[in-house]
């Protein structure tokens, strides 16, 4: 999904790690990352709230917001939703 919208910027080559920044890194905007959450939430719905992630971190957290972190909290999501349907 990422690498989705670094084609957009023609940034299909960029060296991507789990310590890389959206913003600083990758100098993604905030429409961007509105993009990625749309792609989220296509592919997982609800179980994966993006906005609802964002919204509990300070401004400071979301500028610097690396895919490791994001990734982090898909896994926890996915995994936790596994663990609730299973009973």
Same mark, same amino acid.
């Given at each position: 999904?990422?690498?989705?919208?670094? %084609?957009?910027? #023609?940034?299909?080559?960029?060296?991507?790690?789990?310590?890389? !920044?959206?913003?600083?890194?990758? /100098?993604?905007?905030? *429409? %961007?990352? $509105?993009?990625?959450? #749309? @792609?989220? @939430?296509? !592919?997982?719905? /609800?179980? $994966?709230?993006?906005?609802?992630?964002?919204? #509990?971190?300070?401004?400071? /957290? *979301? *500028?610097?917001?690396? $895919? #490791?972190?994001? $990734? %982090?909290?898909?896994?926890?999501?996915?995994?936790?939703?596994?663990?609730?349907? !299973?009973?």
């Amino acid at each position: 999904m990422l690498a989705e919208v670094l %084609d957009e910027y #023609g940034l299909q080559d960029a060296e991507v790690t789990m310590a890389t !920044r959206f913003t600083e890194d990758l /100098e993604l905007e905030s *429409i %961007d990352l $509105v993009t990625l959450a #749309g @792609q989220l @939430q296509e !592919r997982w719905g /609800e179980r $994966v709230n993006f906005a609802e992630f964002l919204a #509990g971190m300070e401004l400071d /957290e *979301i *500028i610097d917001l690396t $895919v #490791g972190r994001l $990734v %982090d909290y898909v896994v926890a999501q996915l995994t936790t939703d596994d663990h609730d349907e !299973r009973g």
